[in-house]
């Protein structure tokens, strides 16, 4: 069965500090990665994904994030963050067919500090 | 061009009634997912349509229920309401193997 694991339930960071938002899957088949953004009282917003090809994939906001398969995990980095990135970080797993179902971990809070 | 809308945005009811969102997918999207996300908590799947037909369910009981329309329209019907049913339902359509979600509808059961 799959599972997401996201350790950090908070991260407090400074404005325009770097962040790492982390995020590790369990899947015994081949996986596409996601990150969503959730604001205040909104949806998920797509950050960026992984499909295929390229490890190292780039997203909206200036977020960007690594896929590691042998640890399998798929991290998120930001090198400065803005107070307007405070939100919720969701990262996601599906299957590579079928109905493309998502399964979520529990979220990470980044709360940017002015 | 718009995205996923769902109606109504916020709802209240008291346990043992029944509830009906609704959710327009992106356009040319022909299938969508209904997640749960209660309070703290990451959505989990409840149910997909494609072609009007339920093609995946994850562990939610009969309870919940659903319906898609030729339009791709859907439906999420909820009976006999629960306290622990408060949430946030989001609708999603998919474009391939990435799901577009829509802002939501805030349930909330006295």
């Known amino acids: 069965a799959q599972s997401v694991t996201q350790l950090d339930s908070q991260v407090p960071v400074f404005e325009e500090a770097p962040v790492e938002l982390r995020c590790n899957y369990s899947s015994s088949v081949s996986v596409y990665l996601f990150w969503y953004v959730q604001y205040p009282n909104q949806g998920l917003q797509l950050l960026l994904k992984y499909l295929s090809g390229s490890t190292l994939v780039k997203g909206i906001n200036g977020f960007e994030a690594e896929f590691n398969k042998s640890q399998t995990s798929f991290h998120l980095r930001k090198p400065s963050v803005h107070i307007s990135d405070t939100a919720e970080y969701f990262c996601a797993v599906s299957f590579t067919s079928g109905t493309y179902k998502y399964i979520f971990g529990t979220g990470t809070r980044l709360k940017v500090l002015a | 061009d718009a995205g996923v809308t769902q109606s109504p945005t916020h709802l209240i009811k008291t346990r043992g009634q029944q509830v009906t969102l609704r959710c327009s997918p992106k356009s040319g999207h022909d299938t969508v997912s209904w997640y749960q996300q209660a309070l703290g908590q990451g959505p989990q799947f409840i149910f997909q349509y494609y072609e009007e037909e339920e093609r995946q369910r994850g562990n939610f009981p009969d309870r919940f229920s659903g319906h898609q329309f030729p339009n791709y329209s859907s439906e999420l019907n909820v009976n006999a309401l629960l306290l622990g049913d408060s949430a946030l339902y989001l609708c999603?359509?998919?474009?391939?193997?990435?799901?577009?979600f829509g802002p939501g509808t805030r349930l909330l059961v006295l």
């Open positions: 999603a359509s998919r474009d391939r193997e990435t799901q577009y």
